[in-house]
């Protein structure tokens, strides 16, 4: 194994209760475990989050709301202690099987994936497309005769939710749009005499921007005698996204001060090597040792979701790892050189005793997925997916 993930079940469960406390006791909070829990493993995070308390998970497709499935049966939760799952991002005919046989709630929004469940007797979330464009059916006319083929299909109507585009941003013109088209479907479903037990709305960023009201969503819940709720994935693996807008410099997130980053990505000095002044390292030589320097180098790369943009050179200093001497202060070391598909260099000359062994910090406290996100322009969202150890 050259690189391994450590997981804080605290962490993670703190995390959890942060974003339930802030959401509040009116609004229920939907664990996403996507994308295999942001690449943390969905296995162990969805038992955490089920002993935390989440009255919901959220997976991407059948086979991983199967996997969450089983994970908890090996952990002891009989189905009915088990928390509901939604399958967020689609499915096939051939899901359906796993779906009815797995207890999962799929995400409908197309007269085609209705006819797939014809006959199922299974209870469904309809997404209403408020601006997002992804999935979803429009309020209106749209939305009237899919409620008309679900009534046909026998099928259930259990939820009702939207996507917002831009949560992060406070006082969105954008985000006021949306929810007003949301009203206008939860009022239409509410015309029809239909009552689905949860209308959820938001992620991360909701609960964390100062600017949205939850009152909103929970009003919009009591209207129909539902519950509200929102999904979070990010926030539960300890990161946010800054607010954005006008005023966001003033506003204080919700949130994100009471987070702390879940997944550690370790490996360990696979070997030493010491470059005299004037010696190159790398690819395109884009490293020149400016005196005598000890490098130690990393059995981790771009092949392990490591970002090529973290490289250091002579003219822009790149990422860096957390190496302990062994008294057992943290250092940091820069990474120089590109960093290439499966080893990095780092320069531990100002760090006394390195040996080879050694125990590194790639990702984690004193390096986050926020700060591998700046460098590489990306999100941490996609820092964390990408993680690939083993
Ligand atoms: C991924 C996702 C979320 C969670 O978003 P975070 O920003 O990670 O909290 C919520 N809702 C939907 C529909 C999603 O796809």
Redesign the pocket.
């Known amino acids: 194994m050259t690189s391994w993930i450590e997981i804080s079940e605290e962490r993670l469960a703190a995390n959890y209760r942060a974003i339930a406390q802030t959401a509040g006791a009116q609004t229920a909070v939907l664990a996403?475990v996507?994308a295999n829990a942001y690449g943390h493993g969905i296995e162990l995070c969805s038992t955490i989050l089920t002993r935390a308390g989440a009255p919901w998970l959220?997976v991407t497709s059948a086979a991983e709301g199967a996997r969450a499935r089983r994970a908890l049966a090996e952990a002891g939760f009989a189905p009915a202690n088990q928390p509901a799952i939604l399958v967020?991002c689609g499915f096939l005919p051939q899901d359906v099987e796993a779906i009815a046989e797995r207890a999962l709630t799929p995400v409908v929004w197309t007269p085609e994936q209705i006819g797939w469940l014809q006959g199922s007797g299974l209870a469904v979330h309809v997404e209403i497309d408020t601006g997002m464009a992804r999935q979803g059916v429009h309020p209106g006319e749209e939305l009237d005769d899919l409620l008309d083929e679900l009534a046909a299909a026998g099928l259930t109507l259990n939820g009702i939710f939207t996507?917002f585009c831009e949560a992060e941003a406070a006082h969105s013109e954008l985000t006021q749009t949306q929810q007003r088209r949301f009203e206008a479907a939860v009022k239409q479903v509410l015309a029809r005499g239909l009552a689905p037990k949860w209308v959820h709305a938001g992620?991360?960023?909701s609960v964390d921007n100062p600017a949205q009201s939850s009152p909103w969503l929970v009003n919009l819940a009591n209207s129909v005698d539902a519950r509200a709720m929102v999904?979070?994935?990010?926030?539960l693996y300890g990161y946010c996204v800054p607010i954005t807008g006008a005023d966001a410099a003033s506003m204080q997130p919700k949130l994100c001060p009471a987070l702390r980053p879940v997944m550690t990505w370790k490996t360990r000095v696979l070997s030493l090597r010491d470059l005299a002044a004037g010696e190159t390292a790398g690819y395109n030589a884009t490293l020149t040792a400016p005196a005598l320097m000890r490098l130690a180098m990393l059995p981790v790369g771009y092949a392990d979701g490591l970002r090529r943009e973290l490289s250091g050179s002579d003219a822009r200093p790149g990422g860096w790892v957390i190496l302990r001497s062994h008294d057992g202060s943290a250092h940091r070391a820069a990474i120089v050189g590109r960093v290439t598909m499966n080893l990095t260099m780092v320069d531990v000359t100002a760090i006394p005793g390195v040996c080879i062994g050694d125990e590194v910090i790639v990702l984690g406290d004193g390096i986050t997925a926020d700060d591998h996100a700046r460098l590489a322009a990306t999100i941490p969202?996609e820092i964390l997916c990408a993680v690939r150890a083993g």
Not at 231 to 235: E, F, H
């Open positions: 996403v996507k959220g967020m996507h992620s991360s960023s999904r979070c994935g990010c926030a969202y």
